[in-house]
T-cell receptor, first 112, second 115 residues
């Protein structure tokens, strides 16, 4: 069965610095998708970035990039130039059949 | 209105009450989802609808009753809930179910407190 692990319950980063949030996954599917979502205290889950298992290049979206290492089954999110507004919960997710499975999340706090 | 909206944003109800949560998506999607997010637990998928038809019921107790009258609207009817049902209920939509590239877009959620 698919499973997502996020080993960092909480992370701190200084404003304007880069931070990496870890995500490892377990699946036997040959084809799958990996996603990162941001959840501020307001509750809404905001889609950040997507990586397909057959994509040759790492995905990037503005300040977000995904460090995809297929052999290691890891899909770490890198946020460059952190901003105070980046403080939130971050969830890694992957496709499971026609649905998603989510990791437990990492709480990121950006310090001024 | 854009994206996925949910009402009410906050709800307090007694265990004997009946209430409904509403979700509406303005993205032209065909699939809609209900998730439950409890404190210190991963998101739990509850129900999935595709073209108004329920495709998944993730062993959800019958005190939760979903309804999908069309591809844009999704309801979650609540009755005789328990205090452990207190959680954030999130609605999501996607273009369809098929394919690994299908991104789900979420609403702001309804924070439910059962007394």
């Amino acid at each position: 069965a698919q499973k997502i692990t996020q080993t960092q319950p909480g992370m701190f980063v200084q404003e304007k610095e880069a931070v990496t949030l870890d995500c490892t996954y377990d699946t036997s599917d040959p084809s799958y998708g990996l996603f990162w979502y941001k959840q501020p205290s307001s509750g809404e889950m905001i889609f950040l970035i997507y990586q397909g298992s057959y994509d040759q290049q790492n995905a990037t979206e503005g300040r977000y990039s995904l460090n995809f290492q297929k052999a290691r089954k890891s899909a770490n999110l890198v946020i460059s130039a952190s901003q105070l507004g980046d403080s939130a919960m971050y969830f890694c997710a992957m496709t499971r059949g026609q649905n998603f499975v989510f990791g437990p999340g990492t709480r990121l706090s950006v310090l001024p | 209105e854009t994206g996925v909206t949910q009402t009410p944003r906050h709800l307090v109800m007694g265990m004997t009450n009946k209430k409904s949560l509403k979700c509406e998506q303005h993205l032209g999607h065909n699939a809609m989802y209900w998730y439950k997010q409890s404190a210190k637990k991963p998101l739990e998928l509850m129900f999935v609808y595709n073209f108004k038809e329920q495709t998944e019921n993730n062993s959800v107790p019958s005190r939760f009753s979903p309804e999908c009258p069309n591809s844009s609207h999704l309801f979650l009817h609540l009755h005789t809930l328990q205090p452990e049902d207190s959680a954030l209920y999130l609605c999501a939509s996607s273009q369809g179910l098929a394919g690994v590239e299908e991104t789900q877009y979420f609403g702001p959620g309804t924070r439910l407190l059962v007394l």
